[in-house]
């Protein structure tokens, strides 16, 4: 356990503190600890606290050791056991510091807490504490992440950089390495969940509190199936699954993007809830009882293999592309010599010094052998990460950005020392990204929350709330806003560009609630306020947008939507009176009607027939057409034909007449599900076109129709190509910087340069005659000006949406030569234009 600062004049009992998310998961173990808090000079503080089942084993417990501390058991512990606390209430054993001789300092607070429905004890800030339950959470932590169904109409809405305007979750995805190789290749991509409604096991990753990537999916199996429940505690969410008794066992399933998921035993199968697609399999030992291994399968055939204890193993996509994950034995941090499981690939690199614990991911391998390596710090999180090239990327947490001061031992600070933040990267180019948490100024407007507590040096009480960003340039790029509760309230760009504030409202009796978002467009001189409603219900514990009181860009036109009994958009109706609806396979949730403008003149029919076993369409009928594919088993087109109809509408379905010749394409595979060959519907001439591949996967040639044969060759170790060669033999030299931009390309020895800033935003690019144009982009990332070498300039200037409200072209003279200004209305659609064009 790291730094707890129990001191209860000094932190009050709202403080939250989600490192320590293995312990909020359920009752503490039936015993306190005794832990050593931090060194001061010659001097060691130790702490005492924690939650004893009964009266007098805390009292036994304290008296044991004070005397260890040399100190009167009966000034400390009093001469016997207090009383025992009856339900719902507690009691407690403390007291100021206690110093020995050694010299040793001991701050003495320890609890029996008789938890019930109202009352329970939390760790973070060693106290029992009072909850309200919240009797029907906005959302579980189903909803976390990007919102990215399979189906358009299921979309939800998200707002600003995004905030989810239906339950405040703020998330944000970080991609650090990306390889250049095609197919199910390496990647780390963080996503950042701020998870006001997120069970609290779900926030703790190898990236610290919050954050979740690919290498953090795992499975944890529970004894009994949960019930997810949240409470208010002194203003902080929290939420937490909760074991239901006298049922069967269930899985809890941990996603990349932070999304958990559910699954209990009925019989013999793993069941999900019914809007998941996913599917969970066991492989049982010879007993019958006993899981040797789990096969998950996602939505679109992904293949994760785990151990039965849930460490995942491998990852392989329909086509047969194949990641394998390695593990530390704990006996040796090179997994050459020894590695879990036997059969995976040994790490090329491994780290020195203390040895990493069992079941500690070293490194991740793709088919062609490319690795990815990984460091850990003394609390086990990842402090490097080794790209392919030996190139690393340095991951550092608690620091300033936080609320840390290092070096103090000031209470308040102390928490944000040992808050679990990730608060900053460095890429191998040697630039920095820094993440701010819990900046007071970002809580609740800047207002006190009343009994909340200030940790000082301007930092508050949502400990581990990502309130910013400073980019690789230098500049705070991105903020965000939180009210009390900890639920995602603004969201802005630099400079205040980008701009949304959401208000949240309160919670019917069945969940529904109605949010406000307020848009701030227009520009300083002629700013445009705009607020509309959303409004939301729960259902199967997501919380799902069912209207819309004004059109929204991003919005597809929405207005209002109803939904069935599995979360599936039954019905869609826009601004224009439109009614769309939508009928599906209930046992796949997949969409096989739809009719747009439904009860209309102009009403549209698409039907589709879905394979047996895959996810794919087989046949889609809509207007004027029938579309027919065939696929392999590993889910790759094998054929596509398109039939003409004379069905305007679509309304007759596959009943529809035929009219017109068919067009027809056919398409080939290598073993790893990569294209070989693609022949168009022409008959009269050559209509196909071959590839081949390397080794490693690589794309070496392309011969077309014509038989003209292109090559690319020298590749580097991420997978990205050296040269390309015309089939008239011309030659295209291509260099990348470090984080993998393209720097130069030589076309038959003719330079062209390209120069970054530490975004990868375009500064410069040089021809090879010498001339150049440069950009220009103001802190929110957003172009605002373009020169070049002969002195000639456009400016931009935008409005607060990003929109081009005004645009200056001047001479090498600085002279005005032509000038456009613009007008958009709330939907930045364009109103009206004033100028040259």
């Not at 189906?151 to 991609?175: D, T």
């Not at 102009?602 to 369409?617: D, F, G, I, K, Q």
């Not at 993998?740 to 375009?762: M, N, P, R």
């Amino acid at each position: 356990m790291t730094n707890l600062f129990v001191l209860r004049s000094r932190i009050s009992n709202a403080a939250r503190w989600i490192v320590l998310i293995t312990m909020l998961c359920s009752t503490l173990p039936a015993r306190a600890e005794l832990v050593k808090w931090f060194q001061l000079g010659g001097e060691t503080f130790y702490r005492w606290q924690g939650n004893y089942p009964t009266a007098i084993a805390l009292w036994t417990a304290c008296v044991e050791i004070v005397k260890d501390f040399k100190g009167n058991p009966n000034t400390w512990c009093k001469a016997a056991p207090p009383a025992e606390p009856p339900i719902d209430s507690y009691v407690s054993l403390s007291g100021g510091y206690i110093t020995s001789n050694e010299p040793r300092t001991l701050w003495l607070e320890a609890y029996v807490c008789r938890e019930s429905a109202t009352l329970k004890y939390f760790a973070d800030i060693n106290t029992c504490e009072r909850m309200t339950p919240i009797p029907v959470p906005a959302s579980t932590s189903k909803a976390n992440g990007p919102s990215c169904p399979e189906s358009s109409q299921n979309r939800q809405p998200f707002c600003g950089n995004p905030i989810s305007p239906v339950i405040g979750n703020k998330v944000q995805q970080e991609l650090d390495y990306q390889s250049g190789a095609p197919g199910l290749s390496l990647t780390l991509l963080r996503t950042y969940n701020s998870g006001a409604y997120s069970s609290a096991s779900s926030f703790s990753g190898k990236f610290g509190s919050h954050w979740k990537t690919a290498i953090d999916r795992r499975l944890v199996l529970m004894p009994t199936q949960t019930k997810f429940t949240c409470y208010v505690r002194s203003y902080a969410i929290y939420c937490d699954d909760i074991a239901l008794p006298n049922t069967s066992a269930s899985v809890i399933a941990h996603r990349a993007d932070g999304k958990v998921y559910s699954y209990s035993k009925s019989g013999s199968e793993w069941r999900g809830d019914p809007d998941i697609n996913d599917r969970l399999n066991a492989i049982y030992a010879a007993d019958g009882t006993t899981v040797d291994q789990w096969i998950y399968t996602t939505a679109n055939h992904a293949v994760e293999s785990y151990d039965g204890k849930g460490l995942l193993l491998s990852e392989t996509n329909i086509e047969g592309e194949r990641l394998t994950f390695t593990y530390s034995m704990g006996t040796t941090n090179d997994t050459q010599v020894a590695r879990y499981p036997a059969d995976a690939p040994g790490c090329s690199h491994h780290q020195d010094g203390a040895l990493l614990p069992s079941g500690t991911l070293a490194c991740v391998t793709d088919r062609a052998g490319r690795q990815l390596q990984f460091e850990y710090d003394a609390k086990l999180r990842i402090s490097r990460v080794i790209d392919p090239a030996g190139l690393p990327y340095i991951y550092s947490y608690d620091g300033q950005s936080g609320g840390c001061i290092p070096g103090t031992t000031t209470y308040g600070y102390g928490l944000a020392c040992n808050a679990n933040n990730l608060t900053s990267v460095t890429y191998p180019d040697g630039k920095s990204r820094t993440y701010y948490y819990n900046e007071n100024a970002r809580i609740n407007d800047g207002t006190s929350c009343p009994g909340a507590p200030q940790q000082g040096n301007g930092f508050g009480h949502l400990i581990s709330y990502l309130t910013g960003i400073t980019d690789e340039n230098g500049q705070r790029y991105a903020s965000w806003s939180y009210d009390c509760y900890g639920k995602a309230s603004i969201s802005e760009h630099a400079g205040g560009v980008d701009k949304i504030r959401i208000d949240f409202g309160a919670a019917d009796a069945d969940g529904s609630r109605t949010n406000t978002v307020t848009t701030y467009g227009g520009t300083a001189a002629t700013p445009l306020t705009v607020v509309r409603s959303y409004h939301s219900k729960s259902i199967l514990g997501v919380g799902r947008n069912d209207s819309i009181d004004q059109l929204c860009a991003g919005c597809d036109g929405m207005k209002a939507r109803t939904y069935d009994a599995k979360g599936n958009v039954a019905t869609s109706t826009d601004f224009g009176g439109r009614v769309n609806i939508f009928t599906y396979d209930l046992t796949r949730n997949l969409e096989t009607r739809r009719v747009e403008a439904s009860g209309t003149g102009s009403a549209r029919t698409v039907n589709t027939e879905w394979h047996p076993a895959l996810r794919v369409p087989i046949r889609i009928a809509e207007p004027k057409r029938i579309t027919t594919y065939t696929y392999d088993e590993h889910r790759n087109l094998l054929s596509k034909s398109i039939q003409p109809t004379s069905d305007i509408s679509g309304a007759s379905g596959f009943s529809a007449s035929s009219v017109g010749s068919t067009r027809n394409w056919t398409y080939s595979y290598n073993e790893f599900g990569q294209v070989l060959t693609v022949k168009g519907p022409r008959t009269d001439v050559n209509d196909s076109v071959s590839y081949a591949y390397d080794s490693s996967g690589n794309l070496v040639t392309v011969v077309n129709a014509l038989g003209h044969v292109t090559t690319l060759s020298d590749y580097d170790v991420n997978g990205r190509a050296g040269k390309i060669t015309d089939p008239n033999g011309l030659e295209t030299v291509l260099n990348y910087t470090l984080r993998g931009w393209l720097a130069s390309a030589s076309v038959g020895g003719q330079l062209t340069s390209y120069d970054y800033d530490g975004v990868g935003q375009l500064r410069k690019a040089t021809a090879p005659d010498g001339s150049w144009v440069s950009y220009t982009y103001d802190a929110a990332h957003r172009l605002i000006a373009i020169g070049d070498n002969g002195g000639n300039v456009i400016s931009y200037t935008l409005d607060n949406l990003g929109n081009r409200a005004a645009e200056q072209v001047r001479d090498p003279g600085g002279n005005l030569v032509r000038q456009v200004s613009r007008v958009y209305n709330s939907l930045n659609q364009l109103k009206q234009i004033t100028g040259g064009l």
